[in-house]
C-alpha cells in the first residue's frame, strides 16, 4: 500500500504563486511515476503533470511555462510550483502515484487539497 498526503493548496490572487507537497509512505518503491491531476466542478479529473523515476516530465498543455514538477527522493515528496495562477486553475488537486506491472496499472490517490484562484 502507498499513502500520499498533500498539503499547501489554498487562496491566491490571479497571477500569484502556491507550491503544492506530497508525501509519499509505505511500498513507494512500487511507484514508477508520480503526478498531480485536478477536477474542477463539474468537470472531469485531468492530468496536471507526471514526473516519471527517471525524472521525465510532461504536462498539460494549459500548464506549460506556467507550473514545475519536481521530486525529492530523500524525503519521497512530489512538488508542484504553480505560477502566473488564472482563475480557471481553480480545482482540487490531487496527488497520484502509479504502479506499473507490466501491461497492468494501478493508482494511488492522495485526499486532495483546494486550490482557488480569485481576487
Known amino acids: 500500500q502507498v499513502r500520499l498526503v498533500e498539503s499547501g493548496g489554498g487562496l491566491v490572487q490571479p497571477g500569484g504563486s502556491l507550491r503544492l507537497s506530497c508525501a509519499a509512505s509505505g511500498s513507494i518503491n512500487s511507484i514508477n511515476a508520480m503526478g498531480w491531476y485536478r477536477q474542477a466542478p463539474g468537470k472531469e479529473r485531468e492530468l496536471v503533470a507526471r514526473?516519471?523515476?527517471?525524472?521525465?516530465?510532461n504536462y498539460a498543455d494549459s500548464v506549460k511555462g506556467r507550473f514545475t514538477i519536481s521530486r525529492d527522493n530523500a524525503k519521497n515528496t512530489v512538488y508542484l510550483l504553480m505560477d502566473s495562477l488564472k482563475p480557471e486553475d481553480t480545482a482540487v488537486y490531487y496527488c497520484?502515484?502509479?504502479?506499473?506491472?507490466?501491461?497492468?496499472?494501478?493508482?494511488?490517490w492522495g485526499q486532495g487539497t483546494q486550490v482557488t484562484v480569485s481576487s
Open positions: 514526473i516519471a523515476n527517471d525524472g521525465t516530465t
Open positions: 497520484n502515484g502509479r504502479s506499473v506491472y507490466g501491461i497492468l496499472s494501478y493508482d494511488y
